[in-house]
């Protein structure tokens, strides 16, 4: 009876102890969020970094939570959302996502530009310009870059999309199309990794793009947008851009 009185005044307060760490000691649950493939300098696939991965890493753990990406060519990551184990997509907007009720506020912004070589004189001030000549572009820009882009290269036979934006620039740069429609990031960015010295003309014809987060659970955009809006105060958000990005946003 004596022993079972101490075992009961020993354990309880190690019964306390335990109930005290074990919101401490319990792992936080994992978001798989669905990405593009490699996007220099705003994702790099093979260690999960860049301006783009970073920023939503640091967000999501902010939230709580842990992150698991999947990478996805761009194309067919809307239709990802209605799987069971996928918990969010990024780049998404209103045309891509029309349930307001998941989309996040604007978390990056794309500056996307039509780039010519200097050599071929190209006039191109508006977006009709394109309909006649060479061009290369990322996969599914003709649904994210707005009407007005969609309908000036749906008819034309010397438009494509591809994904892998490294063999897009590389394509531009043989000269097999006339012109590139890139973000100015990453096309300064692949410029300058190839190594190569040609002069271009950068045509600036597109308003700036601003992407969502699409949650699967509309209970986490709030958490996101609040936790987003926080992070964009901090001194870590300007190190990441001028860390990344030639135009810091």
């Not at 438009?159 to 590389?170: A, D, L, R």
């Not at 973000?183 to 190569?196: E, R, S, Y």
């Not at 045509?203 to 947008?225: C, G, R, W």
């Amino acid at each position: 009876m004596i022993l079972f009185q101490y075992l009961n005044k020993l354990t309880k307060p190690l019964l306390l102890i335990t109930i005290v760490l074990l919101p401490t000691l319990s792992w936080a649950k994992t978001l798989n969020i669905v990405v593009g493939l490699d996007r220099p300098p705003y994702i790099y696939q093979e260690n999960n970094s860049g301006y783009e991965l970073e920023l939503l890493s640091q967000v999501i753990t902010l939230m709580g939570y842990d992150v698991s990406y999947i990478y996805v060519p761009y194309g067919r990551t809307q239709l990802l959302l209605s799987e069971p184990d996928i918990d969010a997509i990024t780049t998404m907007t209103i045309d891509t996502e029309p349930k307001r009720e998941r989309l996040t506020d604007t978390y990056v912004t794309y500056h996307n530009s039509v780039v010519s070589l200097a050599e071929s004189e190209l006039e191109i001030n508006q977006l009709s310009d394109l309909k006649y000549i060479g061009v290369i572009s990322f996969h599914n820009a003709k649904s994210l870059l707005g009407k007005e882009y969609h309908d000036a290269v749906i008819n034309n036979p010397d438009y494509i999309e591809i994904p892998q934006q490294q063999s897009q620039v590389k394509l531009f740069l043989q000269d097999r199309v006339h012109c590139i429609v890139i973000d100015k990031n990453i096309f300064q960015h692949l410029f300058k990794q190839l190594k190569i010295d040609i002069p271009v003309v950068v045509h600036n014809i597109f308003p700036p793009t601003e992407y969502q987060m699409a949650f699967k659970d509309p209970k986490l955009v709030s958490a996101f947008n609040k936790h987003l809006a926080d992070f964009k105060t901090s001194r870590q958000y300007k190190q990441l851009q001028h860390k990344y990005l030639a135009e810091p946003l």
